[in-house]
């Protein structure tokens, strides 16, 4: 049985051993190409799958702002496939079809119609008052953005999450410095990104009331713009984007009584939109404020 | 006067899950009277059947064929085990609550009222010497702590029958004698004992008969001094050559 | 009566005495109070993913407790040897049975008492209106669904030889069953037969414990459900508790236990 010094020294020199042989390999570990340790907590416990969870908390932004009406993944989701809350921003090209309420279909037992008494059972959304309907609490559109930051933290590349929570902060919680907060973090992340430049200048148009300030960032996500290649969706998208900026940009002009150019903008706006008889309108309302194309028709100003 | 504790052609057989392996009998064809007053004692050699018997009275095992009857009451019914005590070979209890808190849910299940449980309580602990003990949770007890438990357990409804299943076993000297004591002053009070047991000098002097059994046939029940013939010293020596035993001869 | 009594007193104690019910309770108070504490946005009235959080929390902490309490009950018993003592009294298996069902049922129900009753406190520091008969009815519907889940652990713990592979079974069909217990029919139907027979009887034979969740109607402040559903929700645990507890007591009838 050794003396109690003896174990003492023995164990100061496995400390002394365990920490030269730490700083030792430390800068070959900081230099290591998959060392995840200089990277948040997200990063380190969950890698690339975080983008998963991401997804995941986004669906569950969107549960909320149904009050927990929402489709299983065993259920028909036809009419979710772009959450609602994004859907309701404006700024979101829509992929939804069929009803919303409709996605269990009618009660295939009775099992199944007993069980649907113990479930949200309308479709409702939390800015329009949620389950209670509501109207004076509109605002209860904040339950959504824990799920909304929590995604943002586990996918900082995904810029609807700074959109769609910049917009329900400005729209229905009235914190349009947090909203803008939220986007210059955004820009942060995704320097140059179309739909966090035209969501802050919808801040600035809508809540500041700034209109050569949004301009600016507007044709800063306008320059921005490129077009891509790939699946229908992805192309939609993209080029939804360059229409609402489009749109904006022709509405500002024509407000401030720049009806050519805003005429100009609704052209190109219609050159990528899947609707163009809205613009088409939009144009020929505003070529009636152009004294001397007042009666040529629509398209032929190119 | 009926006898209240009777078996009757009792046989018990384990099956095996096993079919190359024959069914084990346990017991075979056992008829054991025991009268009321007496102290009986239930011997024999290890997996003679004695457990298993008493596990039958207990209803801890269905037997196979024949009855078995408590105070005239078949040992299936719960309600014949009202005025019986028992006391297992290995004691283990609750080991959450104080020994207090066992007495009373057993006295609870006797269905004796609050105040005679108060008063058998303090009584019997001052019998098993566990006064200072009493509210300490019993996974703090010793070993013999636990057997005086189990002991104050087995007598906590004043039962008319204590049946014991190997009493002494793993006591010391002392704990051996306190046993014995309790056993003379049952008989005293006319309770009835029927315990097994190995220890066959402690049974030569307190028993008033003894049942012999093994590889689960009875082979003898009678008084001591009937079962022990002249030749033989002691019971132990009557005990083996009953169960077959023939000793070595040594050259 | 008075010993199904004195043997579920004695559960009670067991689980009280026991450290599992104040870790987790522990756990669950810490958990919320660190996410209570989350900044979002500089407002503190958003409330529903901290009553999310904690009600996710009391439902696995109640699952653990109830499946670890009632599925340990006899196979403890029995290696402890402390059934023998018990069963050497005038108690019958039947009421050591309904005594050890009830006192684990109880056991859930003052735990659940404790962690809504947090849960409630919790809610209302933010929300700052208490809807007392909608936690009610969550409460009554979750105790009724542990009472289901402890019979059936109690089967289950007479059937399967050791404590750990009965709770391992039992959670992972209770989790099947929480899970994809509603959606049977629907795999069901595409199937060739027999298969989707098998499927459908299993759809019908299991007990639907969904029914009792309802999460989301206390978390996104749903009205109160009808009472008749309310009922007729009872009746159909109680149903199912006298099964699995008759089978019990089917198994454990003629069960040697030295």
């Not at chain 1, 609707?275 to 194309?293: G, K, S, Y």
């Not at chain 2, 408590?70 to 290995?90: M, S, T």
């Not at chain 2, 209890?93 to 104080?98: D, G, I, N, P, S």
């Not at chain 2, 996974?139 to 005086?148: A, L």
Request: hydrophobic residues 45%; glycine residues 6%; charged residues 20%.
């Amino acid at each position: 049985m050794m003396p109690l010094r003896t174990y003492g020294l023995l164990l100061t020199a496995l400390l002394v051993l365990s920490f030269g042989v730490a700083a030792e390999l430390q800068p070959q570990f900081t230099s290591w190409r998959g060392s995840r340790a200089d990277g948040d907590v997200f990063k380190v416990l969950l890698g690339d799958s975080r983008k998963l969870f991401a997804n995941e908390f986004f669906v569950k932004a969107d549960s909320y702002y149904h009050s927990g009406f929402y489709p299983s993944i065993f259920d028909n989701n036809e009419a979710f496939k772009t959450a609602h809350m994004a859907e309701d921003t404006g700024a979101v090209n829509s992929r939804n079809h069929g009803e919303e309420e409709s996605f269990m279909g009618p009660p295939r037992n009775w099992i199944d119609a007993f069980g649907r008494h113990f479930l949200p059972d309308r479709h409702t959304h939390l800015d329009t008052g949620g389950a209670s309907d509501d109207l004076s609490s509109s605002d209860e559109v904040r339950e959504i953005l824990p799920w909304l930051k929590l995604s943002t933290d586990l996918d900082p590349q995904n810029v609807q999450n700074y959109t769609v929570t910049a917009y329900w902060l400005r729209e229905r919680m009235h914190k349009t410095e947090a909203a803008h907060e939220v986007l210059l973090e955004g820009l942060q992340e995704n320097p140059g990104s179309c739909d966090i430049l035209f969501e802050l200048g919808r801040l600035y148009a809508e809540s500041e009331h700034d209109t050569n300030r949004a301009i600016n960032v507007w044709n800063a996500a306008i320059r921005n713009w490129r077009p891509v290649e790939g699946s229908e969706d992805t192309v939609a998208a993209n080029n939804f984007i360059y229409e609402k900026i489009a749109t904006e940009l022709g509405d500002t002009e024509c407000n401030a009584g720049n009806w050519q150019q805003g005429v100009d903008w609704f052209e190109k706006a219609k050159s990528v939109s899947r609707t163009p008889e809205a613009l088409t309108e939009l144009i020929n309302e505003a070529r009636q404020h152009l004294p001397a194309l007042a009666s040529a028709p629509a398209g032929s100003a190119q | 006067m009926a006898p209240i504790l009777k078996t009757e052609d009792l046989r018990v057989e384990y099956r095996s899950r096993e079919m190359r392996r024959a069914t084990k009998v346990a017991l075979r064809g056992l008829n054991l009277e025991v009268n009321a007053g007496e102290v009986f004692g239930f011997l024999g050699p290890n997996g003679a059947g004695k457990t298993t018997t008493m596990n039958v009275l207990l209803g801890f095992v269905q037997p196979s064929g024949g009855s078995a009857s408590l105070f005239g009451i078949d040992v299936r019914q719960p309600i014949a085990r009202q005025r019986i005590g028992y006391l297992p070979e290995l004691t283990y209890y609750y080991k959450f609550l104080t020994a207090e808190e066992l007495l009373r849910f057993y006295a609870t299940i006797f269905g004796l009222s609050r105040s005679e449980t108060d008063l058998r309580i303090d009584r019997l602990m001052k019998l098993v010497e566990l006064e200072h003990a009493r509210k300490r949770p019993i996974r703090t007890y010793s070993k013999g702590m636990q057997q005086r438990v189990g002991l104050a357990q087995a007598l906590i409804n004043n039962p008319d029958l204590l049946i014991l299943d190997e009493p002494t076993s793993g006591l010391d000297p002392l704990g051996r004698m306190k046993v014995r004591e309790i056993i003379q002053r049952l008989k005293h009070e006319g309770k009835t004992v029927f315990f097994s047991s190995h220890e066959l000098g402690e049974v030569e002097t307190v028993c008033d008969r003894v049942a012999i059994i093994n590889q689960g046939e009875l082979k003898v029940v009678g008084r001591v001094d009937e079962i022990k013939k002249p030749e033989h010293a002691n019971l132990e020596q009557a005990f083996l050559e009953i169960i077959g035993f023939q000793p070595e001869v040594v050259a | 009566m008075r010993n199904i009594v004195a043997v579920a007193g004695v559960v009670i104690k067991e689980l009280y005495r026991r450290k599992d019910f104040y870790v987790l309770f522990i756990v669950t108070i810490l958990i919320c109070l660190v996410m209570a504490s989350v900044n979002i946005f500089n407002d503190d009235k958003i409330v529903r993913y901290l009553k999310e959080l904690c009600l996710l929390l009391v439902w696995v902490s109640s699952l653990v407790i109830a499946i670890t309490t009632a599925a340990r009950q006899i196979p403890a018993e029995r290696e402890n040897r402390t059934l023998l003592p018990l069963l050497a009294k005038p108690l019958s298996r039947v009421q050591l049975l309904l005594g050890k069902f009830f006192g684990c049922w109880i056991a859930c129900g003052l735990t659940l008492l404790c962690f809504y009753a947090f849960f409630g406190a919790l809610a209302s520091s933010r929300e700052h209106h208490w809807p007392l008969l909608n936690y009610f009815q969550a409460a009554a519907l979750h105790w009724f669904m542990l009472g289901i889940i402890v019979a059936m652990a109690l089967l289950g713990s007479l059937i399967f030889a050791a404590p750990s592979s009965n709770s391992t079974i039992c959670f992972v069909v209770i989790g099947g069953i929480l899970l994809v217990g509603r959606h049977l029919d629907k795999f069901a139907l595409p199937m060739p037969e027999p298969a989707r027979s098998v499927v459908l009887s299993i759809y019908y034979a299991l007990p639907h414990l969904e029914f009792f969740d309802t999460r989301d109607l206390i978390i996104h402040d749903w009205p109160l459900i009808h009472w008749k559903y309310f009922g007729y929700a009872i009746i159909y645990a109680l149903s199912y508790i006298a099964v699995f507890l008759t089978g019990a007591s089917l198994a454990f009838r003629r069960q040697a236990v030295n």
